[in-house]
């Protein structure tokens, strides 16, 4: 028997919804014929996510493992209560629904999904290691991916975990890729951060030499590697949350002509005015953050008056895995730092 493409038939309350907005949703392996099933390894919690997490757990592993556990109870799906988003995971796959033969995928095959935690099924049998620094969990259990549901098998080139913390943002630079042209000034916040370097790359290829990338960032440590990097013309330390302060130093670094794209890549919450402010009349506002509120950035931007795009972070767009993954192979020295960080 064949399910709803995008998994409604899973949804338990509220009957009606889409499995990402459900409160809750039926986490059994006992998979649809248009279903996949996957034994999982590991969990890349989201980074917004998991900062509430850790706060909340104030930095206790085994306090960790227990709220991800009661969450996946609770919703049959790892979505955070407060943040409301989820993450993605890598496993094998372990179950192919009849309908689903045709696709280029077999038993055993290693694989990451694209689409969030935030609706994928999960079943949690036992939580084997919370990695705090990585944001990664592994854990023994089996999550289901429905028709609609997209994943990239996992390149033999590079290490799984590496793989796993890139394909987590690849829709952060494949945006890069399609906003930001040549010549053009483009500031990314949380520019020291994992998606933040990568789209710092992207921006720096894409707006080329007579271009310019600004990164605004809030630790000196990730504002040094980015300088080590090459990866920026301009640094800015500072702290996105402090909207004018971030504003009159974007201002000066552009001789008050402001950015073209603005990119915010910042894991925590009240950012999106030190990004609309930056943003000249007529640029884009890319907000990636999952802390985003689009209540504040749009009210935000009238209040100020600024005709600007402001594009909700879409984790998804076409070619986005390859996109990123291949960041890592043209950047020896990106991948060096990633590997150092997350594998
Ligand atoms: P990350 O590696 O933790 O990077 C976040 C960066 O923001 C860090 O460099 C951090 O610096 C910096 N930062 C924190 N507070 C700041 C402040 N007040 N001012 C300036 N910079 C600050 O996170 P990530 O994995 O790249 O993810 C970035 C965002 O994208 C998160 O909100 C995540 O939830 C979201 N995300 C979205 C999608 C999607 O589909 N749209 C998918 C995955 C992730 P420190 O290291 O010094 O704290």
Redesign the pocket.
Known sequence: MKGCVFGSHRVIEPVGSLPQAAMRIDNSPDIMDNEILIDVRTLNV????F?QIREACRDDVDEIAKMIKSIVESRGKLQNPV?G?G??LIGTVSQIGESLADRNLKLGDRIATLV?LSLTPLLIEKIENVYIDR?QVDIKGSAVLFESGIYAKLPDDLPERLSL?VL??A??PAQVDRLVSEGMTVAV??????????CCYEAKKKAGPSGRVIA????R??TRRLLEMGLADEIII?????PLEIYDRVKSVTDDGLCDVVI?????P??EM?SILSTRTGGTVY??????SFTKAALGAEGVGKDIDMI?????AEGHADLALNILRESSKIRELFEKLYV
Do not use: H, R
């Open positions: 989201d980074s917004a996510s900062t943040t988003s993450g993605m969030s944001d913390a987590d943002v829709g952060a916040m949380g520019a020291g951060g994992k998606s933040g370097v990568l605004v960032e809030y630790s440590e990730n500072g702290d996105a949350t402090k915010n890549n910042v894991n925590v009240g950012t030190s907000f990636f953050s999952m802390a985003t909700i972070g879409n984790g998804y």
